[in-house]
């Protein structure tokens, strides 16, 4: 018969042994498990060789059996840890995500802080007094340029007060609601400031043409201004405060004078408006025109007699009884 009709008729007689053989090994392991676990008393010298013989004996047996358990027990720990170290791998990648998220917020949450910080660090001598907006939408042109500020007239904020960023100086509000003002930025065509350069003190009127560097206009001196030199508002007519920060000289591609804003190294999302009121509005020209009152008189003080009257009289009383 072949291997193919009977399959296991070649295996089946060491099938048999071995089944043999495992029961007789368990039945000697199970007699020696028995008889080490007595509990009556034995001889000292009889029970320690009977110990140490089961000893040697069921040793490597129950070595032997345990191996499979041993390898099943860590076959199931691997599966188990695949499985777990699978779903812990998908917990840390979602808690990877929410800390992504959290910290983004953080970041932004940490940036408008800071800008809040230096919009309330903000200060100007003499002292103004400050409404802080945010700014909500912009209308942008080839020149024009304006945008407009969730604050307005209910706040105190009229038109002609300066605006400024974090940074520097932005526009002046020339349009005013209740709730809303609109600014019209440094770069818009029809932006005019009166500034000076720092350095040199040299005055120019910062004009806007639409570009992003608006130019110094009516620049006069003798080397006025560098390259780098800090543009300040010169305060001239009463307009703005003096020593507000504008930006830095630049030279444009046409070779002219231009100042790079300040207020354009970061986005212009919070402003404050200073409440800055004209001086020249402030004033009353008819008051100043009006001539000056003449001074009070003042007293004379007494004048002492001659000394020729004085000499008659004392010798009249020097002759009287």
């Known amino acids: 018969m072949s291997f193919r009709d009977n399959p296991f008729g070649e295996v089946r007689l060491p099938l048999l042994l071995g089944a043999v053989a495992a029961c007789v090994v368990a039945l000697v392991v199970a007699f020696a498990l028995l008889m080490v676990d007595r509990r009556q008393t034995y001889q000292t010298g009889a029970y320690n060789a009977l110990r140490k013989a089961s000893d040697v004996v069921v040793a490597p047996v129950t070595g032997a059996v345990a191996a499979p358990v041993r390898w099943a027990g860590g076959v199931a720990e691997g599966i188990g ?138 620049l006069r001196g003798r080397d006025p201004a560098r390259v780098g030199d800090l543009v300040l508002t ?50 009353d020209l008819r008051a100043l025109e009006r001539p000056a009152p003449p001074p009070p008189p003042t007293p004379t003080p007494p004048t002492d007699p001659p000394a020729a009257a004085v000499a008659p009289a004392q010798k009249s009383r020097g002759a009287a009884p």
Do not use: C
């Open 81 to 218: 840890g695949y499985f777990f170290a699978a779903s812990e791998n998908r917990r840390l990648k979602a808690e990877l995500a929410a800390a992504r998220v959290w910290r983004e917020r953080a970041i932004a949450l940490a940036d408008e802080n800071a800008r809040y910080r230096a919009l309330l660090g903000l200060a100007v001598g003499p002292p103004v007094p400050m409404v802080t907006g945010r700014t909500v939408s912009e209308s942008r042109g080839p020149y024009a340029n304006t945008r407009l500020v969730n604050v307005g007239a209910a706040q105190g904020v009229r038109v002609g007060h300066p605006v400024l960023s974090e940074n520097g100086l932005v526009g002046r509000v020339i349009g005013v609601s209740s709730r809303v003002s609109r600014v019209l930025m440094l770069t818009d065509t029809a932006s005019r400031t009166p500034v000076m350069i720092q350095r040199t003190r040299a005055r120019a009127i910062l004009t806007g043409d639409g570009g992003w560097a608006p130019g110094l206009a009516y």
């Open 234 to 283: 010169s305060g001239d007519g009463g307009v703005l405060p003096r020593g507000i920060t504008v930006g830095r000289v630049v030279r444009g591609v046409d070779g002219d004078w231009r100042v790079q804003l300040a207020s354009d190294s970061a986005p212009i999302d919070f402003v404050r408006i200073l409440l800055f009121e004209d001086f020249v509005k402030l004033e």
